[in-house]
């Protein structure tokens, strides 16, 4: 599993943070930071998780 994230996108509504803080963070201005591209087990649930509930839908999950 890789994650993406596309800043221009992003509107900085930090439910992915929320959702999967170990594979997302913001920056000062909200945008967000994917700390892991490709998370292990126990946070791939969350990160999907994330991407789901993204209003914007900035956050990618690909297979792999």
Do not use: N, Y
Request: overall charge negative; some cysteine; glycine content about 8%.
């Amino acid at each position: 599993m890789q994650i993406a994230a596309d800043d221009d996108k992003c509107i900085g509504a930090g439910q992915c943070v929320l959702t999967a803080p170990h594979v997302f963070d913001q920056r000062d201005d909200g945008v967000v930071v994917v700390l892991d591209e490709f998370p292990a087990e126990p946070d791939r649930v969350a990160a999907r998780a994330a991407a789901a509930g993204c209003p914007v839908a900035a956050i990618t999950v690909t297979a792999g």
